[in-house]
């Protein structure tokens, strides 16, 4: 076991990282917090880390993790920043410790080629369009040489190609060690170098997938590991949700029942038995998303209910579901492909059941809408009790970092979310010196943020700002209809390019941005975490309104009723913390590293008119106010700016 101040030594001044890491500057809260991760591996405690942006957050833990003796998985919020933290971050750290560990990157099976499912694409001959058929081509030349079998490495399939789907597989439709191609599985291969690592990086959608399974009595993917590390750990309670929900959509079922037709292929007598009964479900499916159109995109299943059409219609696909599972169940024996559909049929029509039948206190039953598909789900409404559950079955330590976890210096909201009931805490200061790099503008005289012109308003108030800045901002939005109304009010009154979320991928809206020099973007949710524009490029960033979550969300509401009948005023003690948390997030784009400057413009009036206004503000890192855009020119310098025409101009 390392001792602790060794630890920090290693991130000191005098330390092998400061020595031979080009730009490595030793910081006192990287060293605090590296000290305080590798007592919780040592003594297998629950720790709650908040670290400022600029922290170094990521070696804090990898330094402690891979000198701890301990198997450890380390989770991440997304794929990219896994990406990163395994080819990027944890071979310095690794090369500098000289440490003789195995080290691995897991991800979910829809991240590595199929090679049965490709096989199947290829001898179905499907008519692909061109550019579809010179896709198809570049997998299959792809696949003849790759190692890993990641599509990360594919760059010239896009990652939104209708192919993908077809070339991987899923938990539903893998035939396992029935399948031919099981012995070079690329899935297989990756989680045996995952069951032997020392050091696994996963990111949080598999680790709660893994979780949930083993819950249901499942074999698990990833090794019992001493200590789980969750990186960008503010994520975690919206993504438990997910996991620990059961659904049914059109999809699924629209999957199953062409899978089914798929495999009548190589079975005699098959198609005269399920053609017609699959031809039913895929009616059902389409009649009973029609009768859904009325409604809202989404809320609580009584609404369903209420419907008759939909009340009717969730019935018969039940039973036609219930029929088709009948008939696959005499073909399961015929061919591994029926057996594995059979058992997804059986799955989806207990959920069906579950969802539609079955009322209890402890779920919450919801839908949702999309353009051409439905989802039903049962939620819990409490996900402290599963994932206390969980981790004690572990007996292992638990990291949660993330530079956003507390509100106001508190981390109770975290806390009673994720059912941490006694964790150690640590709260680090960002090293920037965010009294001199930043400014905190708040406009004066706008208007209510329900009020019917207020973007139009923002946007009269934002735009003196971004004269004097010259551009060079992030506009972030809380919904995509103020996201769009801004887009149209800026087209023809800015001279700087405009970047929208929606018109390109968000890696291509940065890398232009980024180039652009002054360009001005606008962004909605996935904007507001996760994006990293250091530099001058970006020295704005305006948030129109406090980030509290949409009022038609069915989960969220049947959460804050259960909170209004335990004592707990639902408004402050949730609404409240979690906007707080999403506006830190929003907030953190501004400063990257120590030589950025900028202003950030929070334009809801609500900050300074409403009590709970002073919690948003302590929240935020420590950084100058005001209200007179004359100090916003003066923080820019006053500098000479291309010349913005007026509003009807």
């Given amino acids: 076991m390392t001792d602790p101040d060794d630890v920090a030594a290693l991130l000191g001044a005098d330390g092998p990282f400061a020595r031979e890491l080009p730009n490595f500057a030793p910081r006192e809260a990287q060293q605090a917090m590296a000290r305080a991760v590798q007592h919780a591996i040592a003594e297998r405690e629950t720790l709650i880390a908040e670290a400022g942006t600029g922290t170094g957050k990521t070696y804090a833990y990898l330094v402690p993790a891979l000198l701890s003796g301990e198997r450890v998985i380390v989770s991440t919020g997304t794929k990219a920043l896994q990406d990163q933290l395994y080819f990027r971050d944890l071979p310095k750290v690794h090369s500098v410790l000289g440490a003789r560990l195995k080290t691995a990157l897991l991800?979910?099976?829809?991240?590595?080629?199929?090679?049965?499912?490709?096989?199947?694409?290829?001898?179905?001959?499907?008519?692909?369009?061109?550019?579809?058929?010179?896709?198809?081509a570049a997998i299959r030349a792809w696949s003849a040489r790759t190692r890993r079998g990641d599509r990360m490495e594919l760059a010239e399939v896009p990652e939104e190609s209708p192919l993908w789907p077809r070339v991987t597989s899923t938990a539903e439709n893998c035939l396992g060690a029935e399948c031919p191609f099981f012995e070079d599985c690329h899935v297989v291969k990756a989680r045996r170098e995952a069951q032997e690592a020392d050091l696994v990086v996963v990111n949080h959608h598999l680790l709660f997938a893994d979780l949930a399974l083993k819950q249901e009595g499942f074999g698990e993917l990833l090794p019992g590991a001493q200590a789980f590390i969750l990186d960008e750990a503010h994520q975690i309670p919206e993504l438990a949700g997910q996991f620990f929900s059961q659904s049914v959509s059109a999809r699924q079922l629209g999957d199953l029942a062409q899978d089914a037709l798929r495999e009548c292929g190589g079975v005699t007598g098959a198609a005269g038995l399920l053609?017609?009964?699959?031809?039913?479900?895929?009616?059902?499916?389409?009649?009973?998303?029609?009768?859904?159109?009325?409604?809202?995109?989404?809320?609580?299943?009584?609404?369903?209910?209420?419907?008759?059409?939909?009340?009717?219609?969730?019935?018969?696909?039940?039973?036609l579901l219930a029929a088709l599972t009948d008939l696959l169940a005499s073909q399961a024996e015929r061919s591994r492909g029926f057996a594995n559909v059979y058992e997804r049929a059986a799955q989806l029509c207990e959920r069906l059941e579950r969802i539609a039948e079955q009322s209890s206190e402890q779920d919450v039953r919801w839908y949702e809408l999309f353009p051409r598909g439905f989802a039903l789900y049962a939620t819990p409404l409490d996900l402290a009790a599963p994932l206390r559950a969980m981790r004690e079955r572990t007996q292992a330590a638990w990291i949660h970092a993330s530079a956003t976890l507390s509100v106001a210096g508190r981390f109770d909201h975290f806390a009673r979310q994720l059912g941490l009931d006694d964790p150690q805490t640590l709260s680090l200061d960002s090293p920037f010196d965010y009294a001199r790099q930043a400014l905190c503008y708040l406009p004066q005289g706008l208007p209510d943020p329900a009020a019917r012109d207020y973007t139009d308003r923002v946007l009269d108030a934002v735009l003196p700002v971004l004269q004097a800045s010259n551009g060079r901002a992030f506009l972030l939005f809380t919904s995509h209809r103020a996201l769009r109304r801004a887009a149209e009010l800026l087209a023809d009154r800015v001279p700087w390019p405009l970047f929208v979320q929606g018109s390109a991928p968000r890696h291509r809206l940065l890398e232009e941005f980024r180039h652009s020099g002054h360009g001005v973007l606008l962004g909605a949710a996935s904007f507001w975490e996760g994006v990293d524009v250091a530099g001058e490029a970006l020295s704005v960033v305006v948030i129109d309104k406090l980030p509290f979550a949409a009022p038609d969300d069915p989960v969220l509401q049947a959460r804050l009723d259960a909170l209004e009948q335990s004592g707990i005023n639902p408004f402050m003690g949730w609404q409240v913390p979690s906007a707080a948390i999403a506006l830190k997030q929003g907030a953190g784009r501004l400063i990257r590293d120590v030589h950025d400057r900028g202003v950030l413009v929070l334009c809801d009036p609500r900050l300074t008119t409403k009590g709970y206004g002073k919690l948003f503000l302590a929240s935020l890192p420590p950084m100058p106010r005001t209200r007179e855009p004359a100090e916003v020119r003066a923080f820019f310098g006053d500098a000479a700016t291309p010349r913005i025409a007026a509003a009807g101009e």
């Fill in 107 to 136: 991800k979910g099976r829809a991240n590595y080629l199929c090679l049965y499912r490709l096989d199947q694409t290829v001898r179905e001959g499907a008519s692909f369009d061109r550019a579809q058929a010179s896709q198809l």
């Fill in 275 to 319: 053609l017609e009964p699959v031809e039913a479900l895929h009616d059902a499916v389409r009649q009973l998303r029609l009768a859904m159109d009325p409604l809202p995109p989404r809320g609580p299943f009584h609404q369903l209910e209420g419907v008759a059409a939909v009340r009717e219609g969730l019935h018969g696909l039940g039973e």
